[in-house]
């Protein structure tokens, strides 16, 4: 089988978000109080959502498959998170504002991130980027994200996925506190959107024989699961048990491609360098530079540079799924569906370009002949293959339950 670069190839595409955080409100700001809760809407669901709706504005349906756990929108939709965020936002700018006024030499060199004439000019970036979001928010989010997902939701951009009120490791729970759960935090979901998601993102992906059964009571009819739970067979959903819910598993050979702790896309040197701070203003002065080089001696942050590698990013990916599709259409001997599948914190939070990138690739994957869906479109299209039964199963580490009982988070 011949492709060229923009010929169409076979089969669908589904990028799927999972956004969670623990409950942080009241919950003290530093290291993992409100700052996380602020940082990562700042960083993630700020950019993620203006991305969202240029898409939409520009009539591209179908774009994202997005998880929401009801922590997260509860969160998101509170009037104290609301105001706390509103304050977090005015004091980034004003710790931009300090970098942007350090007293510099004229000629300053800015060999590293850590001289005056890079922290300057850092602060004036931060200082404009600190004013788009106050203006994005106070215009848009001050009545919460619910009204911003649902216009999303109702152009066919976004399918929503759901899941258990708290976000428990669904297989250590006993079953009447389980179908609880799952329920509530649908119906969570159905008031806060106007719509009952269909899917749901299991926490952790997590599963354990017969939970396919308490789904199909519930009305669920899609879930995720890693790929190994599948056996890397993830080219197609697939029916789990005696039922019609199917589980969609997560492609670890494409999702790797940008997330892998060895060679994905964010440790690349030209991209901002998510650990060194500079401390008198908590902003983060450097690109990445080297995987050995010590943070005092990291070079300053370049956004063209970055933008550069965000380019070379996307083409590698497109190529990436192009082979993948290609490939896996070929094994199984039909048209296949390839999923990548990742944290929504990763984009912006973990790695500042990742909303930027996130844009380009979903105009560039069409651009290329790959067909972009939900999966729900995947379902309707007839993505599925034959029945399977699963083991018991997670993403963490090991891809089994032995991480959970003493730690809530995935290994990254």
């Not at 995720?224 to 056996?231: A, F, I, K, N, Q």
Request: glycine share 10%; with cysteine; proline share 8%.
């Amino acid at each position: 089988m011949s492709h060229s670069a923009s010929s169409p190839v076979p089969g669908q595409f589904s990028l799927v978000l999972h956004t969670h955080l623990p409950w942080l409100a009241h919950h003290g700001r530093w290291p993992v109080g409100e700052e996380w809760l602020y940082q990562s809407w700042a960083a993630s669901y700020l950019p993620l959502m203006r991305v969202l709706r240029t898409l939409a504005a520009e009539g591209r349906r179908s774009q994202i498959t997005l998880g929401m756990t009801p922590v997260v929108t509860a969160q998101l939709d509170d009037p104290y998170c609301l105001d706390g965020m509103q304050r977090w936002l005015a004091n980034w700018q004003l710790r931009a504002l300090e970098a942007a006024n350090v007293h510099t030499a004229t000629g300053a060199a800015a060999d590293t991130a850590s001289t005056p004439e890079a922290l300057r000019r850092l602060g004036v970036r931060e200082h404009e980027e600190a004013g788009h979001a106050i203006e994005d928010f106070s215009v848009r989010w001050r009545h919460g994200a619910s009204p911003l997902l649902r216009e999303l939701i109702d152009a066919g951009t976004v399918e929503l996925l759901g899941g258990p009120l708290a976000h428990p490791f669904q297989p250590l729970l006993h079953p009447r506190l389980r179908d609880f759960a799952l329920r509530e935090g649908l119906a969570d979901a159905g008031q806060r959107f106007g719509h009952t998601p269909a899917g749901i993102w299991a926490p952790e992906c997590a599963y354990a024989p017969g939970m396919e059964r308490d789904y199909a009571a519930a009305g669920v009819g899609h879930f995720m699961v890693d790929g190994p739970s599948l056996h890397g067979d993830t080219g197609l959903g697939r029916p789990v048990g005696q039922t019609d819910v199917v589980a969609f598993g997560r492609d670890l050979q494409v999702s790797y491609r940008v997330w892998s702790p060895r060679s994905g896309y964010p440790g690349h040197a030209a991209y901002r360098d998510f650990h060194t701070y500079d401390h008198l203003t908590g902003l983060k002065p450097a690109r990445v530079t080297g995987r050995n080089v010590d943070s005092q001696a990291k070079a300053p942050y370049d956004p063209q540079r970055a933008e550069h590698a965000v380019d070379a990013h996307v083409a590698d990916f497109v190529d990436v799924v192009r082979r993948r599709l290609i490939s896996e259409s070929e094994r199984i001997g039909r048209p296949a569906h390839v999923l990548a599948a990742f944290d929504t914190e990763l984009f912006g939070h973990w790695w500042y370009e990742g909303p930027l990138w996130l844009e380009r690739l979903l105009r560039a994957l069409p651009a290329a002949g790959i067909r972009v869906g939900t999966l729900r479109d995947a379902l309707n299209d007839g993505f599925v293959g034959a029945p399977v039964d699963l083991p018991p199963s997670s993403w963490g580490s090991g891809k089994d339950w032995q991480v959970w009982p003493a730690s809530r988070w995935p290994i990254w």
